[in-house]
């Protein structure tokens, strides 16, 4: 079976999974130790260190991968890498004026990025996220959900004849999963489980809502048939645990934070803008968990 194959981003360079002679592998201990060198070209060391930030890199996820196999093919990746940046400095790739400012682009994006990094994990902590929930589960209004069945046919005449049979007794199940038009409920019984009012089209809403519970609906019409329901329960709908809104949390911290340090920043500079470029408008602000 052939290997996994990274692509490089910003190269035509396939990477390749085996390679002449120029390459030597270094045994390295575990765990290893960020100067550990995993591999030479000729003669340019490539580390520990080097793999690890290339891991970083979104553009070589290996999902799947075991990590022997993972730690492999990002050698081989930066082999790749290495002796196609030995050939381009060879070639003088890197004195033109062109790759000068794409260097010095990448090199502030890649500085700006850091800087947010670190200085958004001093907002993003543990004590502001759970302050934060507590807030906004405290400003959550209570809202009403119901779980319900229902049967979809075509036709008023059938839905009237579904609904003589459930109230005679009939199992709203079983006669769901024998007449039912909707696909995604029909093999569960009908069930929908629970949902809020605003979550359905609203002639089912309002009649699911003003059904008490363990009755069925005469025939609902709606733009996708004709609908008998049930309703099975009523509640109102949980707050969210904090464990289950955490990392939600943290992201609104964190892009907040990176919001406020840029418009910061920009505040404290001296800008000139030459021409007749318009100022750009704030960035909105990221809406609250």
Same mark, same amino acid.
């Given at each position: ?7 490089? =981003?910003?190269? @035509? +360079? ?21 100067? /550990? ?25 290996? %999902? ?5 196999? !993972? ?19 060879? @070639? ?6 062109? $790759? ?5 682009? $990448? #090199?502030?994006?890649?500085? &700006?990025?850091?800087?947010?990094? #670190? ?5 993003? /902590?543990?004590?502001?996220? !759970?302050?934060?929930?507590?807030? /906004?589960?405290?400003?959550?209004? %209570? ?8 049967? &979809? ?11 003589? #049979? +459930? ?15 909707? %696909? ?9 489980? $629970?949902?809020?009012?605003? #979550? ?8 699911? $809502? ?42 609104? &911290?964190? =892009? ?8 910061? &920043? ?16 704030? %960035? ?6």
């Amino acid at each position: 079976m052939p290997k996994p194959v990274l692509s490089l =981003r910003a190269s @035509a +360079l396939a990477l390749a999974l085996s390679l002449p002679g120029g390459v030597a592998f270094a045994q390295a201990p575990t765990p290893a130790a960020p100067d /550990t060198v995993v591999a030479t070209v000729n003669g340019a060391k490539i580390t520990q260190g080097d793999l690890a930030v290339a891991a970083d890199d979104p553009a070589l996820s290996l %999902p799947g991968v075991d990590e022997e196999q !993972k730690k492999n093919l990002l050698v081989d990746y930066m082999v790749d890498l290495r002796v196609g940046a030995q050939a381009a400095e060879a @070639a003088k790739v890197g004195d033109t004026p062109e $790759f000068k400012r794409k260097l010095a682009y $990448f #090199r502030d994006k890649l500085l &700006l990025d850091e800087y947010l990094e #670190r200085e958004s994990k001093k907002a993003a /902590t543990p004590e502001a996220a !759970k302050a934060l929930y507590d807030q /906004t589960a405290k400003a959550m209004k %209570p809202e009403e959900e119901v779980r319900a069945r229902h049967i &979809l046919v075509d036709n008023e005449a059938d839905a009237k004849a579904i609904a003589q #049979r +459930l109230k005679g007794g009939e199992d709203f199940a079983k006669v769901a999963a024998e007449v039912s038009k909707d %696909p995604g409920s029909k093999t569960e019984g009908g069930d929908l489980g $629970f949902f809020t009012k605003e #979550r359905m089209v609203a002639p089912f809403a309002e009649a699911a $809502f003003a059904l008490p519970v363990g009755q069925v609906s005469d025939p609902v019409k709606t733009q996708f048939g004709w609908h008998v329901i049930k309703v099975e329960e009523k509640r109102t709908k949980p707050v969210p645990s904090f464990s289950e809104m955490k990392d939600q949390v943290d992201q609104y &911290l964190t =892009r907040k934070a990176q919001q406020d340090i840029i418009l910061k &920043l920009r505040e404290g500079a001296k800008v000139e803008r030459v021409g007749a470029a318009a100022t750009p408008a704030k %960035p909105d602000e990221p809406k609250k968990p």
